[in-house]
């Protein structure tokens, strides 16, 4: 199922003002920090800055990537190297921060960001 850039705020909407939400990790881009299957926690008001874990709408899909500045340009940043970086057009794309990962089952492996 495709997800247009509004569909992700409107799930999100249903929470209380900017709630913090959970999505789980798909796919390998951001391995090894992040695996597949593990939940991460999203905070819309989250503050982006230079080395951030966000969730971002870039190029007509949402992606969860490492926010970097490098100069005057902001790259969205996939921790696999078989994944390029991305210039980000504006920080404005940036629509939440990761606050937290857990790999469901074990409580052990929760891990806070920020």
């Given at each position: 199922m495709d997800l247009g850039p509004n569909d992700l705020e409107m799930a999100a909407s249903d929470c209380s003002?900017?709630?913090s939400f959970a999505l789980m990790v798909i796919g390998h881009s951001m391995s090894p920090e992040f695996l597949e299957g593990e939940i991460i926690i999203i905070e819309p008001d989250g503050l982006s800055r230079d080395g951030s874990?966000?969730?971002?709408?870039h190029q007509q899909e949402w992606t969860f990537r490492q926010l970097q500045q490098k100069g005057d340009q902001w790259l969205l940043h996939a921790l696999n190297?078989?994944?390029?970086?991305s210039v980000l057009s504006s920080l404005s794309d940036v629509r939440g921060v990761i606050i937290q990962k857990a790999l469901p089952g074990r409580r052990r492996a929760s891990k806070h960001y920020i």
């Open positions: 003002g900017a709630e874990y966000v969730l971002a709408w190297p078989a994944f390029p970086d």
